[in-house]
């Protein structure tokens, strides 16, 4: 089992920045795969970004692209999701999630994903 535990979320102006985090407990973190996705209200789980275990692939959403970065420091068992030049259609919930991919893989479907944390609300004001 991995836990995941997300921070970092808040309310923040139109244009502005936060940076997410998210830790793992539980299981070698170096052997996931990382993603973000984010539930906005009445919409479905959408994917953000991920980042492969060999650290040297990152994907992201159209969306999200020039504008958020995803990173993953295995020494501190931790995740996490620059977001600059926030939208308010960025505000959502944001559910970091762990994935048994393989070395260069970047999953990008919900059902790739086997552990998921409780997630962070995020408000982006216009």
């Known amino acids: 089992q991995v836990q995941l535990v997300e921070s970092g979320g808040g309310l923040v102006q139109d244009g502005g920045s936060l940076r997410l985090s998210c830790v793992a407990s539980?299981?070698?973190?170096?052997?996931?795969?990382m993603g973000w996705f984010r539930q906005g209200p009445g919409r479905e789980r959408e994917f953000v970004a991920t980042?492969?275990?060999?650290?040297?692939?990152?994907y992201y959403s159209d969306s999200v692209k020039g504008r958020f970065t995803i990173s993953k420091d295995n020494a501190k068992n931790t995740a996490y999701l620059q977001m600059n030049n926030l939208k308010p259609e960025d505000t959502a919930i944001y559910h970091c999630?762990?994935?048994?991919?393989?070395?260069?893989?970047?999953?990008?479907?919900?059902?790739?994903?086997?552990?998921w944390g409780q997630g962070t609300q995020v408000t982006v004001s216009s």
């Open positions: 999630a762990a994935a048994p991919a393989g070395y260069h893989v970047t999953p990008i479907r919900v059902n790739d994903y086997d552990y």
């Open positions: 539980g299981h070698t973190f170096s052997n996931y795969a």
């Open positions: 980042i492969s275990r060999s650290l040297e692939s990152t």
